[in-house]
Every structure is written in C-alpha cells, then in structure tokens.
Nanobody, 123 residues
C-alpha cells in the first residue's frame, strides 16, 4: 500500500504560480513512477505529467508544456508540480498518482491515487 497526500492548492490569479506537493508513505516511493492528473467539473480526469522513478525523465501533456514542471525528491518521498503562467482553464482538482508503469498516461495505469487538491485560477 502507498498513501499519497497532496497539498499546496488554492486560489490564484491568472498568470500566477502555485506549487503542489505530494507526500508518499508506505511502500518504496522510489519504485514508482509518479504523476499528476486533474479533473475539472463535468470533465473526465486528464493526464498532466509524469516523472520517472529516478527523476531523470519527465513528460507533460501539450496543454501544460512550458508552464508546468514535475520534480521529485526520493529522500523525502515527495513529488512536486510547479505551475507557472496559470490560466483559468487550469482550474481543477489535481491528483497525485503512483504507478508501476513507467509510461503511464491513463487513469487505468495508476496503482494509487491521492485525495486531490483544488486549484482555482481566477481571470
């Protein structure tokens, strides 16, 4: 079992920044690829980005490339999502995810989910 707890969400104006954190406990954090998904009201959960087990590779969706950065600290069992140049369309609940699949892109690839943290971007 892995427990994931997100923090750092909140209300921000368009163009602003937020940094989300996801603290993991339980099984070996380093053995999982980690990622972020988001879900806006009335929409399906969508992939945001992922980071490899060692942290040397990241991949982000087209909608966030150049604005969002994923990083991880395996010594602290924590993964981060730095969000810059935020837009109103980034408003969603953001979920941290852990997977044994290195190339995770789909919700079906995920082994463990966090409870989510709300991000609201005002125009």
């Amino acid at each position: 079992q892995v427990q994931l707890v997100e923090s750092g969400g909140g209300l921000v104006q368009a163009g602003g920044s937020l940094r989300l954190s996801c603290a993991a406990s339980g099984r070996a954090f380093w053995s999982f690829a980690m990622g972020w998904f988001r879900q806006a009201p009335g929409k399906e959960r969508e992939f945001v980005g992922t980071i490899s087990r060692s942290g040397d590779k990241t991949y982000g969706s087209d909608s966030v490339k150049g604005r969002f950065t994923i990083s991880r600290d395996n010594a602290k069992n924590t993964v981060y999502l730095q969000m810059n140049s935020l837009k109103p369309e980034d408003t969603a609940v953001y979920y941290c995810a852990a997977s044994t699949i290195a190339t995770m892109r789909r919700s079906a690839d995920i082994d463990y989910w966090g409870q989510g943290t709300q991000v609201t971007v005002s125009s």
